[in-house]
């Protein structure tokens, strides 16, 4: 599967932004899905994931409450809805698809990757 991330861009503190992955040459209907970031001089970290239903997620601590991930089968698509964003959210987010069953937390849990959108967040 090709995975292609959007929507990423500058925003200032306390602001909205909608992250999109697509995913191209087959369905993820099936698959479970995350988005991980990676900020300058950081190891990528998880986000959020959800299983192949939409209907059970999970999300890092320091984004429960304010990010919620989504999918829509009929467009072969997730999302990231990100609200009250803080500078520490500045990265590049990513998207990738688990080879597991479940969203997992680990990147060794997704076999393939989105090439990355960058989220700026201004103080």
């Known amino acids: 599967v090709q995975l292609q991330a959007s929507g990423g861009g500058l925003v200032q503190t306390g602001g909205s932004r909608r992250l999109s992955c697509a995913a191209s040459?087959?369905?993820?209907?099936?698959?479970?899905m995350g988005w991980f970031r990676q900020a300058p001089g950081k190891e990528r970290e998880f986000v959020a994931a959800?299983?192949?239903?939409?209907?059970?997620?999970n999300y890092a601590d320091s984004v429960k409450g304010r990010f919620t991930i989504s999918r829509e089968k009929g467009k072969n698509t997730v999302y990231l809805q990100m609200n009250s964003l803080k500078p520490e959210d500045t990265a590049v987010y990513y998207c990738?698809?688990?080879?597991?069953?479940?969203?997992?937390?680990?990147?060794?849990?997704?076999?393939?990757w989105g090439q990355g959108t960058q989220v700026t967040v201004s103080s």
């Open positions: 990738a698809a688990s080879i597991r069953a479940y969203g997992g937390t680990r990147t060794t849990d997704y076999g393939s």
């Open positions: 040459r087959r369905t993820i209907s099936n698959n479970a």
């Open positions: 959800t299983n192949w239903s939409g209907h059970s997620t």
